[in-house]
């Protein structure tokens, strides 16, 4: 088997502004296994969460180290290759996880979803997001999205730089015009809330009016992650009586034992493949979220249609998916992700079901 690793490009057709920055263009990874006719592809790249940072640089020198002893295997049975796997970083294995995984379901001539007994035909809707700024830019953005598909889930970034009555007034802003949307569309529009860890204990209290006042129907990563995971439990643990929609783990969860801690003091997860380490931990980590009565939310960074096809895959098991990421993407490379509307599903060709586009 041959491994390769090379770099790709990714610019957004709207910047994207959150608490911690913005973000208009990015350089991601494509790791790809070539065995018996197939190509298995994975990507990863560079992301930080307030308290965990990986440049891309240094996820790239990290893969390029292990490409000798990935080109020695004889084998891409992912029981064989968990010892290999776990000396990676998160987002490294990623890349491994999502290239074997590809490989595997191509060679079997199966999607994973229906390898892994999913119902891949379930279609759901998608949240597209609103970055942080001024009102009217804000708002036009939200145009630009209802002129591209429906867009019946709306996710507003807060937390600002320029504090809670800037935050306020875009909640306002946004819940009217999702407001006039419904009443002139009938379509059940909602919106959500991604503070991305923008506030403080009690800027998140004196939020929990105004957010449930104009209809928000859930609250993601109000408070910033901790480094120390009681702290950082004691966080959620202080607001979940108080919040009047479901408040959910993004920045926070990062792998299993960081669910279990969580799921008494949250309504629900975000797993965005980059932090769980690829499809193999996210699948378990869904798995056992159902099992505890927890919502899920499969979640992106600047990611391309490959890493949000193998997130596709997933959707069965997702109340919230937030795969936008792609649709803002100006020049990706690949594609053979279904979208209907704004409902998305994961592929039904084998493997990620995802394809390198012909560029002229």
């Not at 770099?7 to 608490?19: G, M, Q, Y």
């Not at 390029?64 to 987002?91: A, C, E, F, G, K």
């Not at 931990?281 to 927890?294: H, I, K, N």
């Not at 919502?295 to 990611?303: A, E, H």
């Amino acid at each position: 088997m041959t491994w390769a690793l090379k770099r790709f490009s990714l610019t957004k057709n709207v910047p994207l502004a959150i608490s911690r920055g913005t973000t208009s263009a990015v350089v991601r990874l494509e790791l790809s296994v070539e065995c018996d006719g197939f190509c298995g592809r994975g990507e990863t790249g560079g992301f930080e969460t307030g308290h965990r940072c990986y440049g891309t640089e240094t996820v790239e020198q990290e893969l390029r180290n292990v490409l000798p002893r990935l080109n020695r295997l004889d084998s891409l049975l992912p029981q064989r290759m968990d010892p290999l796997l776990q000396t990676l970083s998160p987002p490294a294995r990623c890349a491994v996880d999502l290239a074997r995984w590809d490989w595997w379901g191509q060679n079997l001539g199966q999607p994973l979803w229906r390898l892994w007994g999913l119902d891949g035909q379930r279609e759901v809707a998608t949240s597209v997001t609103l970055g942080l700024g001024a009102v009217p830019a804000v708002l036009e953005r939200l145009k630009r999205w209802w002129k591209q598909l429906p867009a019946t889930r709306i996710k507003l970034k807060l937390g600002s730089p320029e504090g809670l009555d800037h935050d306020r007034s875009l909640v306002e802003a946004v819940a009217s015009a999702v407001e006039a949307r419904r009443q002139s569309s009938g379509a059940p529009v909602e919106l959500q809330v991604d503070a991305n860890g923008g506030w403080s204990l009690e800027q998140a209290r004196s939020m929990l009016e105004p957010l449930a006042r104009f209809g928000v129907v859930l609250l993601e990563q109000p408070l910033a992650p901790d480094a120390d995971p009681d702290r950082d439990l004691k966080g959620f643990a202080a607001l979940k009586p108080l919040c009047p929609m479901p408040l959910v783990a993004d920045e926070s969860c990062w792998d299993l034992g960081d669910l279990l801690r969580l799921a008494p003091e949250v309504d629900g997860v975000n797993l965005k493949l980059l932090k769980t380490g690829g499809l193999s931990s996210a699948l378990l980590m869904a798995r056992v979220a159902t099992e505890l009565g927890l919502d899920l939310m499969v979640g992106c960074y600047s990611d391309s249609a490959l890493l949000n096809g193998a997130a596709a895959q997933l959707l069965p098991l997702m109340r919230w998916p937030d795969l936008d990421s792609h649709l803002n993407i100006v020049d990706d490379p690949f594609g053979g992700l279904p979208l209907a509307g704004d409902r998305l599903r994961p592929s039904s060709a084998p493997g990620l079901g995802i394809y390198p586009l012909e560029r002229q």
